[in-house]
């Protein structure tokens, strides 16, 4: 995030490392069930049932696959700069034209001819999409298809969440959509200074100065920031009710849902962060948040227990 881990299940490209999941495993996408191909990519995009990895221009899918979502396009295997992982279809950015597929209940595995050609960054989590263009605007489609006229142009960043968007426009958070939760309602803090965003299902985070600034539902923790994601953060993720952070020393922090233990175990003493159990260990290159589960990019020789 940062260009190293994967803003609101968009990836770019990072060092090549070993893809290591944590949380559920419902779908086969967690802990073990990585294909072997996987190993070297260079990005990954936590999905709600299915997992990406980028390796060498080609996305690799694993995990359910109910919707076609795992099988991966003949396009998508080549060329591709990025990509972005939702709740059963995929996203992949390819000489600045966007790739769908998978799940299109809402018609966000279709393409619109604005997103076949110019767009530098992608973003999906749901059932929405958002592409930023060339010329700093920004697209949406699928359940939602309106952007404000504040994000027609200047726009620098992008972040779909469950039923709201968040763009990133001189420093400063622009929010629309559903706002149930308080997601859209941005905090003063988060007007300047910003340098990432994510939406997660009904909360937001932005990072600013190295601290995540949180706001929107906070029913499992996810709005409440921890002491160790209010410094040396490089990157954000937020998934659907839990959020990621990467340390400046290569390390993962993850508060938030801990339905299936994607984030930290405050019950126990001293508490437990699950993913250390999955060898989510320093130096992690890039880490991605979803549906109760995350993904990170790990250097291959990194312990698998830490």
């Known amino acids: 995030m940062i260009a190293t881990v994967s803003l609101s299940g968009t990836a770019h490209a990072a060092p090549a490392g070993e893809p290591r999941p944590w949380g559920s495993n419902d779908y086969g996408q967690g802990q073990g069930g990585v294909p072997v191909s996987a190993l070297g990519a260079s990005a990954v995009s936590a999905g709600a049932l299915t997992h990406l990895a980028l390796k060498d221009g080609g996305v690799i899918a694993w995990g359910n696959n109910s919707y076609q979502q795992a099988d991966v396009p003949a396009a998508a295997t080549s060329g591709v700069s990025a990509i972005a992982a939702g709740w059963a279809h995929e996203l992949a950015l390819k000489n600045g034209g966007v790739i769908a597929w998978g799940n299109g209940f809402y018609g966000q595995n279709v393409v619109p001819a604005a997103a076949t050609s110019g767009v530098t960054a992608i973003s ?118 839990h959020n990621v952070a990467l340390k400046s020393d290569g390390s993962v922090f993850a508060w938030g849902s801990n339905v299936k233990q994607e984030s930290r175990d405050t019950s126990t003493e001293p508490p437990t962060d699950f993913w250390k159990f999955s060898g989510v260990c320093t130096p992690v290159y890039a880490v991605s948040a979803g549906d109760s589960t995350g993904v990170a990019l790990v250097d291959p020789n990194a312990p698998y227990f830490c």
């Open 124 to 241: 999906t989590s749901a059932y929405f999409n958002l592409a930023l263009k060339t010329n700093g605007s920004v697209l949406s489609w699928g359940s939602r298809t309106a952007v404000p006229s504040t994000v027609s142009s200047g726009v620098s960043a992008i972040s779909a969440g469950g039923d709201h968007g968040l763009a990133l426009k001189n420093g400063g958070v622009i929010a629309w959509g559903s706002n149930g939760k308080g997601q859209i309602t941005v905090p003063a803090a988060a007007t300047s200074g910003v340098s990432a965003i994510s939406a997660g299902f009904r909360h937001s985070i932005a990072l600013k100065n190295g601290g995540v600034i949180a706001w929107g539902d906070n029913f499992y923790g996810q709005a409440t920031v921890p002491p160790e994601a209010q410094s040396g953060v490089v990157a954000i993720d937020a998934g659907f009710n």
